[in-house]
């Protein structure tokens, strides 16, 4: 289970890095609140990376400059913007991913389901 997760947790950052560098025209609209789509990618992406991997502190600061770092780059990118409420949104989504994937580690049941 732990190389699935790995392996969903590496196309999520590579999901993330496509949809916020292409044009903004070619990006995918949907129906969804723009905070939530932001929530509940970095969240996916936080969860996947705590199931798949430990060092889980490790991980929350990785995945925040990951936050930022994808931010950043959008500067670069004529028609994007950065936002540090997305800054915000995606920080708090990738640390509250990784503390439920802790959580979810200390129960001895998933423990024995990831074996």
């Known amino acids: 289970m732990r190389r699935l ?3 969903v947790a590496w196309l999520l ?5 496509v ?3 292409v044009p903004a025209e070619n990006r995918p609209v949907t129906p969804a609140p723009h905070n939530f ?3 509940a990618i970095f969240l996916a992406a936080g969860l996947a ?3 798949g991997y430990s060092r889980y502190l490790v991980q929350i600061l990785g995945l925040i400059a990951f936050s930022a770092a994808i931010e950043l780059i959008q500067l670069l990118i004529p028609g994007r913007h950065a936002r540090f409420s997305d800054f ?4 708090l989504s990738v640390s509250i991913g990784v503390g439920l994937a802790f959580l979810l580690a200390e129960d001895k049941i ?3 389901f990831r074996r």
């Open 49 to 51: 990376f705590g199931l």
């Open 110 to 112: 998933w423990t024995r």
């Open 13 to 17: 950052l590579v999901a993330i890095v």
């Open 19 to 21: 949809l916020s560098v």
């Open 88 to 91: 915000l949104v995606d920080a």
């Open 5 to 7: 997760f790995r392996i």
């Open 37 to 39: 789509e932001h929530a």
